[in-house]
């Protein structure tokens, strides 16, 4: 056993991973569109954080993505209230009702929501990113310097291509990265500063993590797990055991999302 990779040693022990900035850049609260998550509440989150070692964990709301922004969001806002210093969030607006959406993003900082999701379609009826109604939503993000977590299954980066050349400040996490298109999510990360590519996935393609630091990309790729949707266990046991050097492990789950999310 490499006794100096702290990463490996501790996930090997099944003990939380400490000294290190563990942050998960890509989480949820809340019950499936259609079914039951067990536990999806922010008490069970915190438990599940402490037994890893996860600082912080960046949530979204499963309902608000699935077209009730208003009462998923609350939701989020009430475990920021509770866990300020375990959460930050992401506030979801309803780009469908174009009407809604400047108070949805004005009451959304006011509760404390740092950063924005957005969900175009896949598993649901929804617009695409460069649906004219996205406009304003991006806008605003940019405006306030704001992070955005994209969901992303490949056809959306070229939806997103013209929004990150027009809205410079903010910082973009692709989500899913090796879901497909794999060449074209690193051409982001590459050709874009602002562009970060995010890994949580269902499924585990051998050798993702890897290939990603061996194209250099060290300082874009940021851990999330999906939780509550994933385990984040099992999500950080990709990186904790990657064939990497224990400092690219320490930007990935660590490192780069504090510098995507401006956390201290
Ligand atoms: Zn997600």
Request: proline fraction near 6%; glycine fraction near 10%; charged fraction near 20%.
């Amino acid at each position: 056993m490499n006794t100096h990779d702290v990463f490996a040693t501790a996930g090997r022990l099944g003990r939380p991973v400490s000294g290190e900035v563990l942050i998960d850049a890509h989480g949820h609260l809340g019950h499936g569109p259609d079914f039951p998550i067990i536990r999806p509440t922010a008490e069970a989150l915190v438990a599940s954080m402490d037994r890893l070692g996860i600082q912080f964990t960046c949530i979204s709301s499963i309902q608000a993505i699935f077209g009730d922004a208003e009462h998923g969001n609350a939701l989020v806002a009430e475990a920021l209230r509770a866990y300020p210093d375990r959460f930050f969030g992401y506030l979801v607006v309803d780009v469908g009702y174009p009407a809604k959406v400047a108070a949805q993003l004005a009451g959304g900082i006011a509760a404390g929501f740092r950063g924005l999701k957005v969900w175009s379609y896949g598993a649901r009826p929804g617009l695409p990113y460069n649906h004219p109604n996205y406009g304003p939503v991006f806008a605003y993000a940019n405006e306030h310097a704001m992070p955005v977590l994209a969901h992303v299954f490949g056809p959306e980066l070229e939806e997103l291509r013209g929004h990150i050349k027009k809205y410079p400040r903010i910082r973009w996490l692709l989500a899913h990265i090796g879901s497909a298109e794999l060449e074209k999510y690193m051409g982001f990360a590459q050709e874009f500063p602002t562009v970060y590519v995010e890994l949580c996935l269902s499924t585990c393609p051998r050798g993702l993590v890897e290939h990603l630091v061996a194209a250099g990309l060290e300082d874009k790729v940021v851990w999330g797990s999906d939780v509550v949707f994933l385990d984040q266990a099992s999500q950080l046991g990709r990186v904790l055991f990657a064939q990497i050097p224990v400092g690219a492990k320490r930007k990935i789950l660590g490192l780069n999302a504090r510098k995507v999310l401006g956390l201290k």
